[in-house]
């Protein structure tokens, strides 16, 4: 399997909104609700931000949302903010019954 | 609040198996799925594999032949064994909780296999 498609880095000014796009198949981001975003930030540990597509854990802000068409998601950061600058990572499970990350994205904030 | 804490040797030697054991408080690991997921120095997540609590497994097809997951529910762990290793082992290795979205991650634990 490869790993999903993500642009290599994006970049915004604080109070602008991003997208990170992230492109799979019919086989995995296509296949089914299982889309997951992850953001971390250097020398630490993965947080999931968003989960089934659109969905936000507890604690996590409004300001993050996610969505998909077809064989493509993307995560959504309306209001930039400093904090936000790290990391992103997709994954989705997969009709193999397996999971599957995307290479990352460097968001850097202006 | 659930916790999950890596153990294992930082250090593998080429050829070798690597071991790892991810345990798990605050909650029960029933009803759940438990991952491995590792990042090697520099560079993106890799999925490894997962196991549902009560043994049902799935793992990356780029490994499937050296890696195993197993689960004692009884000590409320689980763990990763990694066959044949070589520097491209190297990397930091975490346990997570969930398969479609991994909400509780270990702190991760750097293993090093010297070329």
């Known amino acids: 399997q490869s790993a999903l498609t993500q642009p290599a880095s994006v970049s915004g000014s604080p109070g602008q909104s991003i997208a990170i796009s992230c492109t799979g198949t019919?086989?995995?981001?296509?296949?089914?609700?299982?889309v997951s975003w992850y953001q971390q930030h250097p020398g630490k540990v993965p947080k999931l931000m968003i989960y089934e597509v659109n969905d936000r854990p507890a604690g996590v802000s409004d300001r993050f949302s996610g969505s998909k068409s077809g064989n493509t998601a993307s995560l959504t950061i309306s209001g930039l903010q400093a904090e936000d600058e790290a990391d992103y990572y997709c994954s989705s499970y997969t009709t193999s019954t397996t999971q599957i990350f995307g290479g990352g994205t460097k968001l850097t904030v202006l | 609040q659930v916790q999950l804490q890596e153990s294992g040797p930082g250090l593998v030697k080429p050829s070798e198996t690597l071991s790892l054991t991810c345990t798990v408080s605050g909650g029960s690991m029933r009803d759940y799925f438990w991952t491995w997921i590792r990042q090697p120095p520099g560079k993106g997540l890799e999925w490894i594999g997962y196991i549902f609590y009560s043994g049902g497994t799935s793992y990356s097809p780029s490994l499937q032949s050296r890696v195993s997951i197993s689960a004692d529910t009884s000590k409320n762990q689980f763990s990763l064994k990694l066959k044949s290793v070589t520097a491209a082992d190297t990397a930091v290795y975490y346990c997570a909780r969930g398969r479609s979205g991994n909400d509780y991650w270990g702190q991760g634990t750097l293993v090093t296999v010297p070329s």
């Open positions: 019919s086989s995995d981001i296509g296949a089914d609700k299982y």
